[in-house]
């Protein structure tokens, strides 16, 4: 018989796409993005597509606060977030640039070990270790990119290679099987 083993989760880079929204960032290389949940645990993902909400906070698409927080006054006119997480914001077209938080990105020592709970988020688990907080470019985290989104790590073409070839073992295991009872 044919069964699933398992379904590993693969965590390596994938393409870095530019965009044109500010608060778009991706991470080159190792850490995920800490998001606060509704019941007040914590969930990581590598989905940098955030937006600023009603109140200023730096929020995903679902309204998942950034841990920690980074609030945003109101009249921010420009937003610049650097390699190592910085974030500068500038208020009613102000040519001076004020720091209002640090994005703190979150490694973990077993990344398969996470636990999916969807919406491309995961929660740690004893398998991934506890979550190592630092800064971006320092203790093995990647550095953060504004203008950008990283996009699906999965080679399709590859994929589509590999199920084509998976099919037709299977094809060939079938028929051979058909042939044993026919004898």
Known sequence: GVRV???PKDFTQGTIEVTNNATDLAIQGDGFFQLKMPDGSLAYTRAGNFHIDNDGNLADPNGRLLDPGIVFSSGTTSVVIRTDGTVLAAVNNDSSLSEVGQIAPARFTNPGGLKSTGQNLYQATDASGQAMIGTATQDGLGMIS????EQSNVDVISE????TMAQRVFDTVTKAVQSYQGM
């Open 5 to 7: 083993a398992s379904t």
């Open 146 to 149: 504004q203008f950008s989104l």
């Open 160 to 163: 589509m290679m590999r199920m």
